[in-house]
């Protein structure tokens, strides 16, 4: 897994990622991200049935958690 590892090394390049993927969660489009090996924040991706129906959680978990990475949105999205 050396490149999970340069890429979290790549600190920019892998916060984009994880936004990206973060977003379309919250958007109701779970991905796991292939380039990370990352699933999205409630690992429906890989198991749709943990899926979180309500998009106002999800918003406010996967904005939690953007923040914790400390890949805040840009105020523009
Ligand atoms: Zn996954």
């Not at 973060?22 to 380039?35: E, S």
């Not at 429906?44 to 918003?59: I, M, N, Y």
């Amino acid at each position: 897994m050396v490149r999970v590892l340069s890429l979290k090394k790549n600190r920019p390049e892998y916060l984009r990622r994880v936004r990206a993927q973060t977003l379309a969660w919250i958007n109701g489009r779970p991905y796991h991200d292939p380039v990370t090996n990352e699933c999205c924040p409630d690992f429906s991706c890989c198991k749709p049935s943990l899926f979180t129906k309500d998009a106002e959680q999800r918003q406010r978990e996967g904005l939690e958690m953007l923040r914790r990475e400390g890949a805040d949105m840009p105020p523009n999205g």
